[in-house]
């Protein structure tokens, strides 16, 4: 089923609904935003000169640099007494990221939101067990309301209590759950220890996952330990929150809603738009948002995007699941490694399980890179041989795929921190 016929119109009519909402919000940016009319001087431009969808690229980007350069409100657009909801996402250093919602775009929020239960196969018979974190980030409250629209009963379990969580999950006979990929994983890792038939304790038929970037191998895994359809949502609190883009059950790829968001591709380095297909930062203009209209936004996702139909019969483009973010790229040695890219080969060994960290630090002038692994439970760990030949596979193996040396630690089960939300995998001392 589809939500919203809108999903499935022809493109040319999607099109031309963008190019308008394109210029009213380039409109609106222009007349109410400081910000915007001095980088609209700088490039001596004025809204008239949006004419086609492609003058988006005349446009000037928008960073995370400059939302926090606005902390906390000075980039909204209407006065305080429009905005009903605030949400932030957590600022690793420095200040947060501040966003705001009114009526219209908390409507838009749910909308597109029902669009993702929709195409995970949920409706009102479904229970909805909701392990995304409730508060200021975008995860838990945005699941919760998009529930709501489609009339689904709601668990809001937020994270944590993993034990409470699976006894919520079984009783009320959950049908979907949506979480981080890592959360869902660390909850079958506990499900497992009630032994080989746990799975029939519990009802779940699909899982929305994301909020993390995520290997074609923890999804399999996560997928297999739950038996559950898999579907990945994407999307990021300065633009709305999760529901900029879905997975159906026909491929991996993530339907865009481009009523609602303009997409682009563009190299990271040069900021030109890159060939049709392949993979760079993807950059997102608001269509639709009141409160915070944004004009290309660099996400620091990397992406590719394809206009190639879908089965399901919706039209809009689809993106690839994200590859990494721009900023998490490791430079060892001159060689560009994605920490999915890692996970991959880890997710390819049967002898090491998906808990892992990555360490990239210095040793005099060279870069090194350590990966901290976990063996899986039917190890022995007191086999020293058996030990060193599974660290000299893992070893080849990333050496073959990624053209880069690295040192393996193994450790045993249970030993590397689970996360409750969004994994953190990487620590770079070089920093
Ligand atoms: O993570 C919104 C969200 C919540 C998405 C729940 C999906 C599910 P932020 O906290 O602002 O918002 O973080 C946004 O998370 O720029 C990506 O780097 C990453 N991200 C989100 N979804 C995916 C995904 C939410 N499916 C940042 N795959 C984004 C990979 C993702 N990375």
Same mark, same amino acid.
């Given at each position: 089923?589809?939500?919203?016929?809108i999903?499935s119109?022809?493109r040319?009519?999607?099109?031309a609904?963008?190019?308008?909402?394109l210029?009213?919000t380039v409109?609106?940016?222009y007349s #109410?935003?400081?910000f915007y009319?001095?980088?609209?001087?700088e490039?001596?431009?004025?809204?008239?000169?949006?004419?086609t969808?492609?003058?988006v690229?005349?446009?000037?980007?928008?960073t995370?640099?400059d939302?926090r350069a606005?902390?906390p409100?000075?980039?909204?657009?209407?006065?305080?007494s429009?905005?009903v909801?605030?949400?932030s996402?957590s600022?690793t250093?420095g200040k947060?990221?501040?966003?705001?919602?009114?009526?219209?775009?908390m409507?838009?929020?749910d909308?597109v939101m029902?669009?993702?239960y929709?195409?995970? +196969?949920?409706n009102?018979?479904d229970?909805v067990?909701n392990?995304y974190?409730?508060?200021?980030?975008t +995860?838990?409250?945005?699941f919760?309301n998009?529930?709501?629209k489609i +009339?689904?009963?709601?668990v809001?379990?937020?994270?944590?209590?993993?034990d409470?969580?699976?006894?919520?999950?079984?009783?009320?006979k959950a049908?979907?759950?949506?979480?981080t990929?890592t959360?869902a994983?660390?909850?079958?890792?506990?499900?497992k220890?009630d032994g080989?038939d746990y #799975?029939?304790?519990y009802?779940?038929?699909?899982?929305?996952f994301?909020?993390?970037p995520t290997?074609?191998g923890?999804k399999?895994e996560?997928k297999k330990?739950?038996?559950i359809d898999?579907?990945?949502?994407?999307?990021?609190?300065?633009?709305?929150g999760? +529901?900029v883009?879905c997975?159906?059950k026909h491929?991996?790829?993530?339907?865009?809603?481009?009523?609602?968001?303009?997409?682009?591709?563009?190299d990271?380095?040069?900021?030109k738009?890159v060939?049709d297909g392949?993979r760079?930062?993807?950059v997102?203009?608001t269509?639709t948002k009141?409160a915070?209209?944004?004009l290309r936004?660099?996400?620091g996702?990397?992406?590719?995007?394809t206009?190639e139909?879908?089965e399901?019969g919706?039209t809009?483009l689809?993106?690839?699941s994200?590859?990494g973010r721009?900023d998490?790229?490791l430079?060892?040695s001159?060689?560009?490694?994605y920490p &999915?890219?890692i996970?991959?080969?880890?997710a390819?060994? &049967?002898?090491?399980s998906l808990n892992?960290?990555i360490?990239?630090?210095?040793?005099?002038? #060279?870069?090194k890179l350590?990966?901290?692994?976990?063996?899986e439970?039917?190890?022995d760990?007191e086999?020293k041989e058996?030990?060193?030949?599974i660290k000299?596979?893992l070893?080849h193996?990333i &050496?073959?795929?990624?053209?880069?040396?690295v040192?393996?630690?193994l450790?045993?089960p249970?030993?590397?921190e689970?996360s409750?939300?969004?994994?953190?995998?990487i620590i770079?001392?070089?920093?």
């Open positions: 089923m589809i939500w919203n016929k999903e119109a022809r040319e009519d999607i099109e609904l963008q190019l308008k909402r210029q009213e409109t609106r940016v #109410l935003t400081p009319q001095d980088k609209f001087k490039l001596d431009l004025t809204p008239n000169d949006i004419k969808l492609d003058d690229k005349k446009l000037p980007f928008t995370k640099k939302l606005h902390y409100f000075g980039l909204f657009t209407v006065p305080m429009e905005v909801r605030i949400h996402s600022g250093t947060p990221t501040v966003v705001g919602y009114t009526q219209a775009d409507d838009v929020w909308e029902a669009r993702v929709t195409m995970a +196969g949920a009102s018979d229970i067990h392990g974190g409730y508060g200021l980030f +995860g838990g409250l945005g919760h998009g529930a709501a +009339g689904a009963t709601i809001p379990a937020s994270g944590g209590m993993t409470r969580q699976l006894m919520l999950m079984r009783d009320f049908t979907i759950l949506a979480a990929p959360f994983l660390h909850m079958a890792e506990v499900a220890k080989v #799975l029939e304790k009802k779940l038929k699909a899982g929305i994301g909020a993390e290997s074609a923890l399999a996560v330990a739950w038996a898999y579907h990945e949502v994407y999307g990021l609190s300065e633009i709305i999760p +529901g883009s997975s159906c491929s991996d790829l993530l339907h865009v809603f481009e009523d609602h968001f303009l997409f682009e591709i563009i990271p380095k040069t900021g738009e060939e392949q760079g930062e993807l997102i203009t269509l009141q915070l209209p944004l936004y660099r996400t996702d990397i992406t590719s995007i206009k139909p879908c399901c919706r809009m689809r993106m690839e994200i590859v721009a998490d790229m430079i060892i001159g060689v560009n490694v &999915s890219q996970e991959h080969v880890i390819n060994s &049967s002898d090491v892992y960290l360490i990239a630090d210095k040793k005099g002038h #060279l870069d350590e990966i901290q692994v976990e063996v439970e039917d190890i760990f086999n058996l030990l060193e030949k000299k596979e070893q193996s &050496s073959n795929n990624l053209y880069i040396n040192a393996i630690t450790e045993p249970h030993k590397i689970r409750m939300g969004k994994a953190v995998r770079d001392k070089r920093k």
